[in-house]
């Protein structure tokens, strides 16, 4: 990454941390994904229960490897398993004490907005783990709901190619706004603050390019 790109990811992100806590999130800045990674690391005590949403910046931060440790209990969703298992282990990780994943986008306002093939991701943010840590970065930041939407239709041919969804998009590369099985926009979900329940959401906003 450019220093021209770098600042400007710098800046937004710092602004957005402001913006957050305002919203009534616990919010964190990061200068990359490693000092991202730790502070995650950081929030964790040993012993708890993990879960996490499908997320190619956690992939980039390895943290599928950390959770893996015999120092946590991790409702592994990527075993190679029939999807009704997988499903299982969907359905048992709405029980977990953390809940681990990036977003589709963060509106200007504090708007985190979703969506998902399972909905597993929504429900887990919305409901069910005791704390959800959600890692982003500067790139997930949009205008507004309008431009979050854009955004999801934009990444949903890289989204439904990482999950290997035999979509129209995958074909075409742009939305195709199939309404089948395959899909991977079937579940949407916006969160508006974190006031709800105070402290249960914690944002880490990265100043660089992180995820789709």
């Known amino acids: 990454m ?11 992100a ?17 200068e990359d994904k490693e000092e991202a990674k730790k502070k995650i690391l ?4 040993e012993g708890a229960s993990i879960s996490v949403g499908g997320s190619e910046t956690l992939g980039a931060m390895n943290m599928t490897e950390e ?14 398993k029939p999807y009704e298992e997988i499903y299982e282990i969907y359905r048992q ?20 907005v979703n969506t998902d093939a399972s909905g597993n991701r929504v429900a887990s943010m919305i409901i069910g783990p005791k704390k959800v840590i959600i890692v982003a970065g500067a ?13 999801i239709k934009k990444i949903a041919p890289m989204n439904a190619t990482r999950v290997r ?8 590369g742009r939305c195709m706004e199939c309404e089948i099985e395959a899909s991977v926009c079937n579940y949407t979900g916006i969160i508006e603050n974190g006031r709800k329940e105070p402290g249960r959401i914690t944002i ?4 660089e390019e992180l995820g789709f």
């Open 2 to 12: 450019n220093k021209y790109k770098k600042m400007k990811y710098q800046l937004i």
């Open 14 to 30: 710092k602004e957005m941390v402001e913006v957050l806590s305002e919203k009534g999130y616990v919010s964190y800045y990061a």
């Open 42 to 45: 950081s929030l964790i005590p």
């Open 67 to 80: 959770f893996r440790s015999e120092k946590y209990k991790f409702f592994d969703r990527f075993q190679p």
């Open 93 to 112: 990780s709405l029980l977990s004490d953390y809940f681990i994943s990036s977003t589709n986008a963060i509106t200007r306002k504090g708007q985190l």
């Open 139 to 151: 790139n997930k930041i949009v205008d507004d709901l309008d431009e979050a939407f854009k955004r």
């Open 165 to 172: 969804h035999e979509t129209p998009c995958v074909k075409t």
């Open 204 to 207: 880490i906003m990265v100043a």
